[in-house]
């Protein structure tokens, strides 16, 4: 079982940057595959970004490719996603989840952590 702790959200300009981060406590971390999703509100939870357990496979939402790059540390047991040419739209809170291939839809995670929320201003 993995706890994910999500950091690094906050306001931020048009055009801004930012670097979310999600630790990991408990075993082995660098056995599950990681994603990102994102949740506005009164919509639904939309995939982001996954990467698999070795980080040789990385896929991404059309709306955040060339944008958002995920990544991972596993001697951290820490997942990244970081965040440039922010838009308005990209406002939401993000969380991270592990699971145990990459994938695009919630289902295939397991774990959650309780989310970040990423404010962007135009």
């Known amino acids: 079982q993995l706890q994910l702790v999500e950091s690094g959200g906050g306001l931020v300009q048009a055009a801004g940057s930012l670097r979310l981060s999600c630790a990991a406590s408990?075993?082995?971390?660098?056995?599950?595959?990681m994603g990102w999703f994102r949740q506005a509100p009164g919509k639904e939870r939309e995939f982001v970004a996954t990467?698999?357990?070795?980080?040789?496979?990385?896929d991404y939402a059309d709306s955040v490719k060339d944008r958002f790059t995920i990544s991972r540390d596993n001697a951290k047991n820490t997942a990244y996603l970081q965040m440039n040419s922010l838009k308005p739209e990209d406002t939401a809170v993000y969380f991270c989840a592990s699971g145990p291939a990459p994938g695009r839809r919630k289902e295939y995670y397991n774990y959650w952590g309780q989310g970040t929320q990423v404010t962007v201003s135009s």
């Open positions: 408990g075993r082995h971390f660098s056995s599950y595959a």
């Open positions: 990467i698999s357990r070795g980080s040789g496979t990385r």
